[in-house]
């Protein structure tokens, strides 16, 4: 049982350092390159995360 938990906190970990590492890539592609494509895409996935929030929440 154990090793079944451990594996699942290793799968969401690495999930989550994959996400924690696209996202500052992009930050770190718009901070040095003004990209209009980045900053919308970023503007829509923060749009989509809120409206999904918003959806669970209520």
């Known amino acids: 049982m154990a ?4 594996a699942v906190i290793a799968n969401v970990m690495s999930v989550g350092a994959r996400a924690l590492g696209y996202f500052l890539w992009g930050v ?13 895409l970023f503007g829509g996935v923060i749009g ?7 959806l669970i929440a209520s």
């Not at 090793?3 to 451990?6: A, C, D, P």
């Not at 770190?28 to 919308?40: Q, S, V």
Request: hydrophobic content about 50%; cysteine-free; charged content about 20%.
């Open 3 to 6: 090793g079944r938990l451990g």
């Open 28 to 40: 770190l592609r718009i901070a040095y390159r003004g990209d209009p494509r980045m900053i919308a």
């Open 48 to 54: 989509a995360t809120g409206l999904l929030v918003w």
